[in-house]
């Protein structure tokens, strides 16, 4: 009795035990992630996951494969496999339009629920100077960043995220690490981010 209703309390709390498979295949990976709304953009298809040895998806289930689904095909015209997460390399500040790409894919991955207008920024690595300003819900928004070589400044993931919190968005940006320098962002509903971590696992936060 008391062990239900530990696991009922566990539950709630959202801790209980996750099902996702082990030592799952490629393909039984990539069917997980088709059934929690991962869709391959026009123009893409599964050869294009398919940029790594397979063993190495096996080795890191769901991990390699979250991550991949971030990332842009490796041709013309370079386009994201998917609007659902984006594999964002931390190590990306070089030159105006940096924070520019930054905030155009924070709002491709919501889907169309946030729509950043007017976006323009400013980057000088030797100036030690750079800016970032948009139009949001017909507010203006214009924040100064710091330079740390070619480093992104994590505040501009929290400002847009306390974005959501004060206009009460319906989805929250995500951000899981991958124990490199790129992490991987999306934006879910706390309905989905539950089952996406249930059946795959993965160590997901909220940004």
Not at 70 to 78: A, F, L, N, S, Y
Not at 100 to 126: C, H, P, W
Not at 162 to 167: A, G
Request: aromatic share 12%.
């Amino acid at each position: 009795m008391k062990k239900i209703l530990l696991m009922g309390i566990l539950s709630l709390l959202g801790f209980c035990r996750n099902s996702a498979p082990k030592n799952p295949s490629f393909d039984k990976q990539f069917k997980i992630f088709e059934e929690l709304g991962f869709e391959l953009n026009d123009g893409t298809d599964i050869s294009d996951i398919k940029r790594w040895d397979e063993q190495d998806f096996l080795d890191e289930p769901f991990t390699l494969m979250y991550a991949t689904l971030g990332q842009t095909i490796e041709r013309e015209p370079w386009a994201p496999l998917t609007d659902k997460c984006w594999d964002f390399d931390t190590e990306a500040i070089e030159d105006h339009g940096s924070y520019v790409d930054i905030i155009k894919n924070l709002e491709r991955i919501t889907r169309g629920e946030l729509v950043f207008a007017n976006v323009k920024d400013y980057v000088d690595i030797e100036e030690e100077k750079a800016w970032v300003s948009f139009t949001f819900n017909g507010q203006n928004y214009k924040w100064d960043l710091k330079i740390d070589n070619d480093w992104v400044d994590p505040n501009v993931f929290l400002k847009i995220s306390e974005l959501t919190q004060e206009h009460k968005t319906k989805g929250k940006y995500t951000v899981f690490e991958t124990g490199g320098q790129d992490i991987v962002i999306g934006f879910e509903s706390p309905e989905n981010l539950k089952e996406i971590k249930n059946k795959t696992g993965l160590k997901i936060n909220w940004l």
